[in-house]
């Protein structure tokens, strides 16, 4: 949940026509956003699934837009002029939520990644 958080607060910058009005709301946004997910997407996904095939998953983005949109009708303080400003809200919010999960192992724990580099033999890398 924390990672959607980041990427809902994130997204009022970049689009201009998609807004939140404090934190509080992204926090119910959040919320609303993230039971949507659980009972909506999956049904979602079902139904689309031979576009979703032919698109090779990118309309994941446009069930993800339509959810955006949900969610923006059932909170006060978050506004979303349109679908495009949905999708490309979707978009960003996707893309903060890899990054942000791409720090989480799959025991759940935030984790670093920690290259090293190390020689062998000589003057080789092995």
Known sequence: MAHSFGGNYGVRLP??????????????????????NVFFRPILII???????????????????????????VIDGLYVSGFGSALLGSLIIS???????????????????DIELRRKHGDHWG
């Open 15 to 36: 689009v201009s026509r998609l807004e939140i009005s404090g934190f509080g709301t992204a926090l119910v946004a959040v919320l609303v956003l993230g039971i949507l």
């Open 47 to 73: 139904l689309t699934l031979p576009i979703n095939i032919l698109t090779l998953g990118l309309f994941t983005f446009v069930i993800n837009a339509l959810l955006l949109m949900m969610t923006s009708g």
């Open 95 to 113: 893309l903060v939520s890899w990054g942000l999960s791409s720090f989480i192992s799959d025991r759940g724990r935030v984790e670093s990644i």
